[in-house]
């Protein structure tokens, strides 16, 4: 949940922004898309990533992300399509409104089905208009909104409906946690006999856990066991229980596996650990610490997410990023950003939300604390290090992560020619499931 191609062009557009002279410029990030001469004319032809929707290429990153659900059946192609051409890139509230908009007509198609007791199609309309709510969510203009908690629980109460009609093998649990409770939910492989082993995924910055549907059902064909978790700084946690990102995701993990290890039919020798997008630099930390996980999928990997972040910023935001020392300066011309760029507004005040900052430098700060470097040496779970040619914003980390690690590993790199090349194998599940699969299938 996603992609961090998001993420490429937000930063390529900070970029072209030249300090905080803002207004007016378009990001397109096309230093970093991979091309091959041999098959491509540069000048002429286009990127099929490239969607140019709307006049946004944050936006068009995120309608791909929302394309690529339909692998899964949780979208259809003309109703995301549609939505863009809804949206009006100068009105900031335009993308969660016509979301909305579309969710819930979704949802009256589900609602007349389920009254006419048709669940096969009331269910699958409801898990589209479940992905429709937290579509409005991803690039939302105020975290805090009283519309954001209320659009939440119409996602979760959607997806549920999902669940129950389609007869999904799920369980709705909550995982004890500092004295309050993680939402997520346990899919069972009915098809197995005996003790199986357990997959338990986890998304990064934007995506929630219940758009992992496609990792879950090649999962449960073979046998796996899926948990899924609302962990701090991610979907209902942030957004319900106020539960920020924090560093030393160890204590994150420990108590999932705690409680899953309490749920019958679990192998507690084969637990594999997946992290998808920041997911990818936080599993690392969470293995380092519990080793009780066998597997560890990082997708794609990271050694260290602040200076990652530290450096994309710096590059494109030289003169700003300069007065970070004095934290006063550095929040006063970031707040002159913001006020001139919906694009830097959204992206700060999203960034500052899931870490429980009030500051753009106090934000700088609180995610230089998420590094994997002091304690990568540690993990000893089998691991698989996913890349992608295509990897703008985590650029390089993948491979210094690969060689931090002193247990055995993989590296897994996806290229234009498969079409896996974007962060997360954006819109390219088909290849991604089939590769990794194949890997978790040969060592859980």
């Known amino acids: 949940m996603n992609a961090d191609m998001r993420r490429r ?6 970029g072209c922004l030249g300090g905080v002279a803002i207004a007016g410029c378009s990001a397109t990030g096309a230093e970093h898309r991979p091309r091959r ?11 099929w990533f490239d969607l140019d929707l709307v006049e946004d290429d944050v936006m068009n990153s995120q309608l791909l992300h929302f394309l690529g659900a339909t692998y899964s059946g949780q979208a259809d192609i003309g109703e995301v399509l ?12 335009s993308w969660p409104d016509e979301w909305v908009r579309t969710a819930q007509r979704v949802q009256t198609m589900a609602e007349r089905s389920e009254r006419r007791h048709m669940r096969i199609s009331a269910g699958k309309a409801y898990l589209r208009a479940a992905n429709y709510y937290r579509a409005a969510l991803i690039h939302h203009p105020d975290p805090g909104h009283r ?12 997806y549920e409906k999902a669940l129950d009609l389609l007869q999904m093998p799920a369980m709705r649990v909550s995982i004890p946690y500092e004295g309050q409770a993680l939402p997520g939910y346990f899919f069972r492989a009915e098809s197995r006999r005996g003790d199986a082993p357990l997959l338990i995924f986890q998304q990064g910055r934007d995506a929630w856990p219940e758009e992992s549907k496609h990792i879950i059902d090649d999962a449960l064909v073979r046998g796996y066991h899926c948990l899924i978790v609302h962990a701090p700084g991610q979907g209902m946690a942030i957004r319900e229980l106020d539960l920020p990102f924090r560093p ?9 596996i705690d409680f899953a290890l309490s749920i019958s039919g679990i192998d507690a020798r084969r637990i594999a650990l997946l992290g998808w997008s920041m997911g990818g630099a936080l599993t690392p930390r969470a293995a380092a610490f519990d080793h009780r996980i066998r597997l560890l999928v990082t997708n794609p990997g990271v050694l260290d997410w602040g200076q990652t972040t530290y450096e994309q910023m710096t590059g494109y935001l030289p003169e700003v990023m300069q007065l970070l020392p004095d934290a006063a300066a550095f929040d006063a011309a970031m707040s002159t950003a913001m006020k001139q760029s919906a694009l830097i507004r959204w992206y700060m005040r999203d960034a500052m939300s899931k870490h429980g900052v009030g500051s753009p430098s106090a934000y700088m700060h609180a995610v230089a604390e998420f590094t994997n470097e002091p304690v990568a040496h540690r993990i000893r779970a089998r691991t698989l290090v996913m890349d992608g040619t295509g990897e703008a914003f985590s650029v390089g980390q993948a491979r210094l992560l690969f060689d931090a690690l002193r247990c055995p590993k993989d590296f897994m790199l996806f290229d234009e020619e498969d079409t896996g090349l974007l962060h997360c194998q954006e819109a390219a599940s088909a290849v991604s499931n089939h590769r990794l699969f194949d890997w978790i299938d040969e060592y859980i």
């Open 9 to 14: 062009t937000l930063l390529a557009g900070i």
């Open 37 to 47: 001469p041999s098959d491509r004319n540069a000048s002429s032809s286009r990127d």
């Open 82 to 93: 549609d939505t863009g051409t809804r949206i009006r890139p100068g009105d900031e509230w």
């Open 147 to 158: 519309s954001v908690l209320r659009t939440g629980r119409s996602a979760v109460a959607a």
């Open 248 to 256: 030393d995701w160890e204590n994150v993990v420990r108590p999932i």
